[in-house]
């Protein structure tokens, strides 16, 4: 029995791309270990038969990608760890983030993420001062004043924050203020979109 050609992933993204539709099936279990491990399995084939691909992006750069998105900075953790560690060990939502964050990283995203747009943010508001908010009608002077009171938690929500969904359901609850007030609105559009560029 011959197995038509299309069906043989090529290269690594090409496996990583099989593997998405049915991870149980290839990896045994939904887990990002037992693809990370799948992985360093393939690459290790591949060096070991001298066989090198020339994958765009280089694979070797997803680390960097990931430990930028979630902001570890030159961590030496690897991507696997540090997506466990965002998600609390649990193995299964780590692999579905993997492949969101992969799909991103192959199209060469710049990694921008909740906790960056939210430590931007506090830095931004940081910087407003009576001449910034003098400077607009009495309406958005108010707007302003009553998210400068409103944001006077978002400092401690910040320390206390230690994983991403923290983060990211401070962003939501940012989001929902922004509905009720049209000056935070544009100050946290202008943000992201920094953040984002």
Not at 38 to 51: D, F, R
Not at 82 to 109: I, M, T
Not at 126 to 138: C, E, F, R, S, W
Request: include cysteine; glycine fraction near 4%; charged fraction near 20%.
């Amino acid at each position: 029995m011959q197995i038509a050609s299309e069906f043989i992933p090529r290269d690594l993204y090409a496996h990583i791309d099989l593997i998405r539709q049915r991870p149980a099936m290839y990896l045994g279990r939904l887990s990002l270990t037992a693809l990370y491990h799948y992985i360093e399995g393939y690459l290790s084939a591949c060096y070991n038969h001298g066989v090198e691909e020339e994958l765009t992006p280089d694979f070797g750069e997803f680390h960097r990608f990931v430990a930028a998105y979630y902001l570890h900075g030159e961590t030496t953790a690897g991507w696997c760890k540090v997506l466990l560690a965002e998600h609390y060990g649990c193995e299964e939502s780590a692999l579905h983030s993997f492949f969101e964050l992969f799909d991103q990283f192959r199209q060469g995203a710049k990694p921008a993420n909740t906790k960056q747009i939210l430590f931007a943010l506090l830095e931004r508001m940081l910087q407003v001062n009576t001449v910034d908010i003098n400077a607009h009608n009495p309406f958005e002077q108010r707007q302003i004043k009553q998210a400068l009171i409103y944001l006077q938690k978002l400092p401690a929500q910040i320390v206390r924050a230690k994983y991403l969904f923290v983060y990211e359901g401070i962003l939501e609850e940012l989001e929902a203020y922004a509905a009720t007030n049209d000056a935070f609105r544009n100050i946290l559009d202008d943000v992201k979109a920094k953040c984002e560029s």
